[in-house]
């Protein structure tokens, strides 16, 4: 197989969790083996379970209850840090196909080691593709990425007070 890609779905519109998760589906289809990792999330994303069930690994839950700009410093560490072992968790099964949601946010948050996010990109093994989402990717995140994707919103109906949908936002 050849070197694996790096994907990054970014921007303010809705969908890139839900491309990351279609071409997790994919890739199910054909054999690969598939590890999500999702961060700032408290693993209650619908996409999740059928997933686990098909045979994705998944490592999620490490999420506050609160956003992170409202947590104590010491709560944003500690997410930190159970974050940061959930993605060291991850990295020790190898997979084809490594997704990392959200994490543009984490790391623009510093709410993961930033290190460890950075090489699980940039030094992947040779065969494995890496999917990463949020809405503001770094630079470097911008300059690996082979496929980039970026979603614009253009409307919403949580704008006009519809709370998030069971199924549809998550």
Request: aromatic share 8%; net charge neutral.
């Amino acid at each position: 197989m050849e070197r694996g890609m790096v994907h990054l779905y970014w921007g303010t519109g809705k969908g890139k969790t839900t491309a990351a998760m279609g071409l997790a589906l994919r890739a199910l289809g054909k054999g690969m083996g598939v590890t999500v990792v999702q961060f700032l999330k408290g693993g209650m994303s619908g996409e999740l379970s059928p997933l686990e069930r098909l045979g994705a690994r998944i490592y999620s839950g490490a999420a506050g209850d609160r956003f992170f700009f409202q947590m104590s410093e010491a709560e944003r560490k500690e997410l930190a840090q159970a974050q940061t072992r959930l993605l060291h968790q991850a990295l020790q099964v190898p997979c084809d196909l490594l997704i990392l949601d959200e994490a543009c946010a984490a790391w623009q948050l510093g709410a993961v080691d930033r290190e460890m996010l950075r090489q699980a990109v940039l030094g992947r093994p040779e065969h494995c593709e890496v999917v990463l989402t949020g809405r503001e990717p770094a630079d470097w995140m911008k300059e690996a990425a082979h496929y980039s994707t970026e979603m614009v919103c253009h409307s919403h109906p949580f704008d006009r007070g519809t709370q998030a949908r069971p199924g549809i936002e998550f």
